[in-house]
């Protein structure tokens, strides 16, 4: 290994330290960053099920979809309402 490197990823070992010690306020500005993002992600998929529960579905839909596919009845129920109700267009995604 030449000129210092470590083999690994071609930095040397005094860079890897420079990389680890970044400033604790970009460490605090990051982790806030993604703490926001996670919880923007939490309240898009609060707001989607709410809409997904909204949705009016035949329960003999579900059931047809479950037992000629051989579906659970919870994916037959989630599939209908992604597919605001519409069973052919459920049936059609689900064998696509």
Do not use: F, H, Q
Not at 23 to 45: G, L, V
Not at 50 to 69: F, G, M, S, W
């Amino acid at each position: 290994m030449e000129g210092g490197d470590d083999g690994v990823d071609g930095r040397t070992c005094s860079n890897r330290a420079k990389l680890s010690t970044s400033s604790p306020i970009m460490s605090k500005t990051a982790m806030a960053s993604i703490a926001a993002s996670a919880e923007a992600d939490r309240n898009a998929m609060r707001l989607r099920e709410k809409e997904l529960a909204a949705v009016k579905i035949n329960p003999a839909d579900v059931d047809i979809i479950a037992n000629e596919l051989e579906l659970d009845k919870k994916v037959a129920e989630r599939t209908l309402r992604e597919n605001k109700g519409d069973a052919v267009a459920a049936v059609r995604y689900l064998l696509c």
